[in-house]
């Protein structure tokens, strides 16, 4: 017979462990239940006389008031409630990774030590696969004689804000145990206990490991939904269709079914990412990598979908929110809860700050507190004075949407449907935007009264271009009188910041930077500033890179040029990376720093130098030295990386965590000892060539795994005379001298550099990084320039073959060695015209159709045994040639026909 349960013990009183005890107190007024926590604060608030509870819960007071002091105790005496229990609840948090199961490790060793008597020891938390082997090892080793544990796994699927609902009416109860008679026995105990109140059809029984994934794989699955859809509405936005009206549709279909298909700012909350993390080591640990990425992309899509939301609000905000001031209504992971774990309102309102709005928060539920806590948590390096002078916490939401710019609902909260909106509405900065994250208010009825309305998933993107238009015509005429005076204004404020002849103290930069971020700089300012770019790119590739994020790391003489010319081109962001300070010799070189700069950190120079320029760019100064066990955070949200970094260790470094986080990152390498621009290219860097550091630098990451997809700038010039200076002292006071050398053989010594050289350098891979962010790619860099002698030759070569089929010795053909560059290089890109177009070993050229006289569009690349095999076939000494697309393959035919109509077009351009 199974053991008769009297007295329950619960560890952890926090969200599962207190709702869930407080209802089997109220359904089994038989069993006395103790709920324990180490945390008294908690504690004391669950027996609070006026029931002011530690979780907000719809009914959980409810039931509170009825069994507590009847048979429902909470209490901070672990030991004691142990002692007493016959079943005792492990219900403590379980945050992700390996340490995830320290709390249950704990609560387990603590039942160890205490019992004197047989427990059955529950595990309520949920936890990864074959936990309970774990405790199963801690109590047998710790156990005193006559005293037997038996372990259940009973996972808890209630959900927050339902709990009390999900507890009275669960689907179903989950209940684990080992296959042995005794593991039956104890499943059947714990059975009991719900047959109280839950039918006893709905209390499935299985095995322990197949109870313990059920509760990692029911999270994953339910969060796979929400991905799912959250996915489909980034294709809505793209294509007009609504998301609603998607789900509505699918969720018909009674094998999917109409839950969980509500498209959001993304799913929070402490379970899913977690439990989805868990299940993801546990793939891995299985050595199962297909599966693992398989459920890591549930969390990545969530990421996703978080960041586009923030950017669709910055880009609706005519691409800069910077002063602008947006109201959050919500902080809650969802409604009817005051829990704000892994809540999107965070990450959003992380984000707004770091585009310095200045954000209003309103939550029903959430304590002010708790608010602090979690924005200062999520950004540990920014000091909480300063995110309180940016944030406000409203008292009402009417309170948070006065004066603001837009408003976003990050929690669904049934009362933000029913808020006045008509009278929201008048107190707005008119355009008045609203972003429903949750898609919870009537979009039309809020569209009348005049808000531009943006979902998470109508087609937002249209409306958003319409709106860009139609604000921008109406105010043209008068931004256009007020131009002048913006201009003259902006121009008082840059001298009361401006230089002074004094040398400057950070304290200085400080505050001539926070000053000039003051002025609200007009769109039609920054349109006029930027309008040679504008008529380059057009409108939507500008808005791609106005909205974009470069990364610099370095800030010396490649990385300020790159720095400068990516923010005077419409950059707004960009976070720059670098250690160092300048130095009277970094002026030879240097984009930003002038004399009285001597002694500043470089990234605060070109900081300044940045908001001098461009009053629309955003600068993250990061004083600090890249290192790849930490450098990660400084990547993230980068559209694009520079490596601008002389170092070669940390430049391998930063190459290959790019690579390995699929982080687009251009390199640039060694500028140092040249002086020919002419040999300057951009090239991938499996392709580069007499470069030195690029080799190095190649050879590096090759034993790393890693051998192309990094587009580099270089140079192929050999340098004549490398005349290398010894290292000043101070140099090897810093110590690590070794790491100052920029490739190998020049450890320790200094390499001349020639100045416009790296600017060079910086500004390609400024060029390069903005062709890309427009997605108007520079069309296939040539691999090599400047190969003259390569060019002689394949003339030879091709005079020579022309001559032997003539029978006679020609003097010249009717192109020249210049024609032969453009048609190698710049029409076929150095490949041959034969799949898979490799850059041949011996590249020729050869007249394509011999009916034809030579024309430089009439003549294709090929690997020199091919370029034989094909006049030998095609040629006619009787002048009855064959053609060509008889004896190519299709793919060929169509390459040589493409060349010759680009040839056509540079003949048109010359001509
Ligand atoms: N929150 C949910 O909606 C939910 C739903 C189902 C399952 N779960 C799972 O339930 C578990 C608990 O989650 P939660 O949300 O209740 O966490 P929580 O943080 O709200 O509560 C855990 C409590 O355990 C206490 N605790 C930790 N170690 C202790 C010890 N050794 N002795 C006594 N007290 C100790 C903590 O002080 C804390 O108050 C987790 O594994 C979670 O994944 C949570
Ligand atoms: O269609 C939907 C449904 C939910 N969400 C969001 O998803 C998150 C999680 O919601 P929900 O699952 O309702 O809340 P949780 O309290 O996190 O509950 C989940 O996690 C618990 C802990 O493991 C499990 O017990 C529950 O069964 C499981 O639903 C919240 O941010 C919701 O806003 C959506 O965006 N769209």
């Not at 507890?167 to 145990?177: A, E, M, N, T």
């Not at 969390?299 to 929110?321: A, G, P």
């Not at 991938?684 to 700038?713: E, F, H, K, Q, W």
Request: with cysteine; proline share 4%; aromatic share 8%.
């Amino acid at each position: 017979m199974s053991p008769k349960v009297t007295k329950i013990c619960c560890i952890g009183a926090g969200y599962v462990g207190g709702p869930t005890c407080a209802v089997i107190a109220l359904k089994c007024p038989h069993i006395k239940v103790t709920i324990v926590d180490l945390n008294k604060a908690r504690i004391d608030a669950w027996n609070s006389p006026d029931f002011k509870l530690p979780i907000y819960e719809p009914g959980l007071d409810e039931v509170v008031r009825q069994a507590r002091g009847r048979n429902l105790f909470f209490s901070t005496d672990v030991d004691k409630a142990i002692e007493e229990a016959e079943l005792i609840f492990v219900s403590v948090n379980t945050p992700t990774k390996k340490s995830g199961v320290r709390y249950v490790e704990r609560a387990t060793r603590n039942i160890a030590n205490i019992a004197t008597s047989s427990k059955i020891v529950v595990e309520k938390s949920t936890v990864p696969c074959r936990t309970a082997e774990s405790m199963r090892t801690i109590l047998e080793a710790n156990s005193k004689p006559n005293c037997r544990f038996d372990i259940l796994s009973n996972p808890e699927f209630l959900a927050e804000g339902t709990a009390i609902q999900d507890l009275f009416k669960p689907d179903r109860v989950l209940i684990g145990s080992l296959q042995t008679p005794e593991g039956i026995r104890a499943c059947e105990a714990l059975s009991e206990v719900y047959a109280n109140w839950v039918p006893k059809d709905r209390i499935l029984t299985v095995g322990l490991w197949s109870s313990e994934l059920s509760k990692l794989a029911a999270n994953a699955m339910l969060a796979q939904r929400i991905s799912s859809i959250n996915a489909l509405s980034a294709i809505c936005e793209s294509t007009g269709a609504n998301i609603d009206e998607v789900a509505h549709a699918i969720g018909y279909d009674t094998r999917i079914g109409p839950k969980f298909l509500k498209a959001s700012v993304g799913f929070g909350g402490s379970c899913f990412q977690k439990d989805i993390l868990n299940l993801v080591y546990l793939s891995e640990s299985c050595h199962l990598p297909e599966v693992a990425a398989y459920w890591r992309q549930v969390v990545e899509m969530n990421e996703y979908q978080k960041r586009r939301f923030s950017k669709r609000v910055v880009d609706t905000l005519f691409n800069t929110i910077t002063g602008k001031r947006i109201a959050v209504l919500g902080f809650a992971f969802k409604a009817d809860t005051g829990d704000t774990r892994e809540s999107a309102a965070i990450t959003l309102i992380k984000d707004f700050l770091s585009e310095r709005a200045l954000v209003n928060v309103f939550d029903p539920q959430v304590e002010h507190s708790q608010i602090w806590m979690d924005l200062q948590e999520a950004s540990p390096l920014v000091p909480l004075d300063h995110i309180k002078k940016h944030v406000t916490i409203a008292s009402s939401a009417l309170e948070a949407c006065k004066g603001v710019d837009a408003i976003v609902i990050a929690t669904e909260w049934k009362e933000f449907k029913e808020l006045d909106w008509e009278q929201l509405y008048k107190t707005m900065n008119k355009p008045a935007f609203l972003f429903d994250g949750r898609l919870l208010v009537d979009a039309q009825k809020l569209t009348q009264i005049g808000f531009k309305l943006i979902g998470t998933a109508i087609a937002a993107s249209l409306a958003t271009a319409t709106l860009l238009v139609s604000h921008n015509t109406l105010s043209k005429r008068q931004r256009r009188k007020h131009l002048e005076e913006d201009i003259k204004r902006s121009l008082a404020e840059f001298d009361a910041t401006g230089e002074s002849s004094r040398l400057r103290t950070p304290e200085d930069e400080d505050e001539s930077l926070s000053s000039s971020y003051s002025v609200a700089y007009d769109e039609e300012l920054i349109r006029e500033q930027l309008a040679r770019n504008y008529a380059f790119f057009t409108e939507e590739s500008m808005a791609k890179i106005r909205s974009s994020r470069v990364v610099i790391v370095g800030a010396g003489g490649v990385g300020s040029w790159a720095a400068v010319m990516l923010a005077r081109s419409g950059v707004s962001k960009i976070r720059i990376i670098d250690f160092d300070q300048v130095t009277l010799s970094s002026l030879n070189r240097h984009a930003t720093a002038g004399l009285t700069d001597v002694g500043m950190k470089k990234v605060k120079c070109v900081e300044k130098a940045l908001k001098k320029m461009c009053r629309w760019v955003q600068v993250e100064a990061v004083n600090d030295l890249w290192r790849k066990e930490t450098g990660g955070d400084l990547l993230e949200g980068a559209d694009w990386v520079i490596d601008a970094i002389d170092n070669i260790q940390t430049k391998v470094d930063l190459l290959k965590y790019c690579h390995d986080h699929s982080i687009k990152v251009f390199s640039s390498m060694g500028a140092g000892a040249k002086c020919d621009p002419t040999r300057i290219q951009i090239s991938d860097i499996s392709y580069t060539v007499y470069d030195p550091l690029a080799r190095s630098v190649r050879r590096r990451l090759r034993l790393l795994g890693v051998n192309n997809g990094i587009p580099v700038v270089y140079s192929t010039e050999v340098p004549g005379d490398v005349k290398l200076l010894p290292l000043p002292e101070e140099e090897f006071q810093k110590g690590a001298v070794k790491e100052l050398g920029a490739f190998d053989d020049f450890r320790v010594r200094i390499l001349p550099v020639l100045g416009p050289l790296p600017a060079i350098f910086g500004l390609n891979a400024a060029t390069y990084i903005l062709c890309e962010l427009a997605e108007k790619p520079i069309f296939n860099p040539l691999p090599i320039k400047n190969r003259r002698k390569l060019y002689e030759r394949m003339y030879r070569d091709l005079l020579h073959r022309e001559s032997k089929l003539a029978g006679e010795q020609l003097n010249r053909l009717p192109i020249d060695e210049d024609d032969v560059g453009l048609i190698f290089d710049d029409l076929y890109r150095g490949r041959s015209a034969v799949p898979p177009y490799d850059v041949p070993q011996r590249p020729t050229i050869v007249r394509w159709d011999f009916h034809k006289p030579i024309t430089i569009d009439n003549l294709a690349v090929f690997e020199f045994k091919d370029a034989e095999k094909h006049a030998k076939a095609c040629w006619s000494a009787t002048g009855d040639h064959v053609d060509p697309d008889s004896i190519w393959e299709e793919a060929v035919q169509q390459t040589v026909k493409r060349r010759a109509v680009e040839a056509q077009k540079v003949l048109d351009w010359v001509m």
